[in-house]
């Protein structure tokens, strides 16, 4: 009688849904003792004369693999790839990664702000006139301004590290980069409806001075620097840590209403310092954030937030540096009050 040791050798190297590698991280005959007794094992193997057959250990072996699915090689079944309303990360990193931004557009300026002012310190009779100073001192503001963007980047750095969690997963597939059914008149039809509620805003609430007016005003290439931070990070990283990062773990969370009601008004709140006391800025501001978030709800994909965010951004920013050639240049309150406040 031909071995059941020969036998399976034989099976096994006539299989052909079965791989080498794959029996191996199988381990064929662990996984067969875990799924039956011995008694049970035995039962499988049909003694016929001189020869051994194996006759129902090949669906065995078929209904493990269809249960363990796609093989690691650890040999652990592969988990589901994460997707934008089911991310890697929860509310704590994301709020954590939150706090983290913040703290970069306040402490990065101020670090590249320090040689500055210790240069003109020599100039102020003190510390308290040299801060005076320092806030409408046009080189100063433009200091801070660009130091805005490398701030951005570390931001953008921290976001990376918990949706990527070290490169295991894609970064813009899994905060959602797809149109999610959104077309480009839709995108028109939003700026439209939104240029119309900023103009009976300000006709009923008046643009009040603010922090960010008080910027633009200091020097031109402050209005450029602003231009090139609103258009080119700011879009991306506001997008991936409100819409993205936020607001995934908290629609998870706590449910999608109250994710939407939270993330909105931690955008506006962040806001709030650069243009207080303007309530038109903040309710139009309030209202962008809004209508960003419902449209992540609407699409499941951080995309077109961010098209909208950037379209919206481009637009106030061309605003400002045509200002002077289109007959603005005498009220920039008239440009603001135009469309929100969104720069950051």
């Known amino acids: 009688m031909r071995p059941v040791k020969h036998c399976v050798a034989q099976y096994s190297s006539t299989k052909d849904r079965l791989t080498r590698t794959r029996i191996a991280q199988l381990r064929l005959f662990p996984v067969i003792k875990g799924l039956s007794t011995a008694n049970s094992f035995e039962q499988n193997l049909e003694v016929c004369g001189r020869s051994a057959t194996l006759s129902t250990v090949s669906e065995t072996i078929d209904q493990t693999v269809d249960a363990l699915g796609p093989i690691h090689s650890e040999g652990h079944a592969s988990s589901p790839d994460p997707t934008p309303n089911d991310p890697p990360w929860g509310t704590p990193a994301a709020v954590g990664t939150w706090l983290f931004s913040v703290a970069m557009i306040m402490i990065v300026p101020a670090i590249f702000l320090i040689p500055y002012a210790i240069s003109q310190n020599s100039v102020y009779a003190d510390s308290a006139e040299l801060m005076k100073a320092l806030g409408s001192d046009p080189a100063a503001i433009a200091i801070q301004i660009a130091a805005i963007i490398p701030a951005h980047l570390l931001t953008l750095a921290a976001a990376w590290l918990v949706v990527t969690r070290g490169r295991t997963f894609p970064f813009f597939k899994t905060l959602g980069w797809k149109t999610g059914g959104m077309k480009w008149w839709h995108y028109l039809a939003i700026m439209a409806a939104f240029f119309l509620l900023s103009v009976v805003v300000g006709s009923l609430l008046p643009e009040q001075d603010n922090d960010l007016l008080r910027i633009l005003r200091s020097s031109r290439y402050v209005v ?121």
């Open 224 to 344: 450029f620097l602003v231009a090139l931070m609103a258009t080119v990070t700011a879009p991306l990283v506001e997008e991936v840590i409100y819409r993205g990062l936020l607001y995934s773990a908290l629609q998870r969370s706590v449910g999608v209403k109250a994710a939407v009601a939270i993330v909105t008004i931690l955008f506006a709140a962040v806001h709030l310092p650069q243009y207080w006391p303007s309530v038109s800025t903040m309710i139009l501001l309030t209202t962008l954030s809004l209508t960003l978030t419902l449209v992540r709800v609407r699409t499941d994909n951080l995309l077109p937030c961010f098209i909208l965010h950037t379209i919206f951004n481009g637009a106030q920013s061309l605003l400002f540096i045509l200002g002077p050639y289109i007959g603005l240049e005498s009220t920039a309150e008239d440009t603001v009050s135009s469309l929100v406040h969104f720069l950051k």
